[in-house]
């Protein structure tokens, strides 16, 4: 079957879902509270600089 295709016999039986089986996820199972710090050569108004050309590239 290609991509948005179905085949219509699964339209009308209903599906047997066994919704028993499945274990939750827990998505904060590896959440960590910390700092990310880091040090750069390049100033403030290099940065700005730097984005204000990235952006010309952009328009053109």
Avoid at 1 to 12: A, K, L, P, R
Avoid at 23 to 38: I, K, R, S, Y
């Amino acid at each position: 079957m290609g991509f948005g295709s179905y085949d219509e016999s699964e339209q009308q039986q209903p599906q047997d879902d066994d919704d028993e089986d499945v274990e939750a996820v827990n998505v904060h199972e590896h959440d960590h509270d910390g700092q990310l710090e880091f040090e750069s050569d390049v100033t403030t108004d290099q940065l700005v600089s730097q984005l204000g050309s990235m952006k010309d590239d952009d328009e053109e």
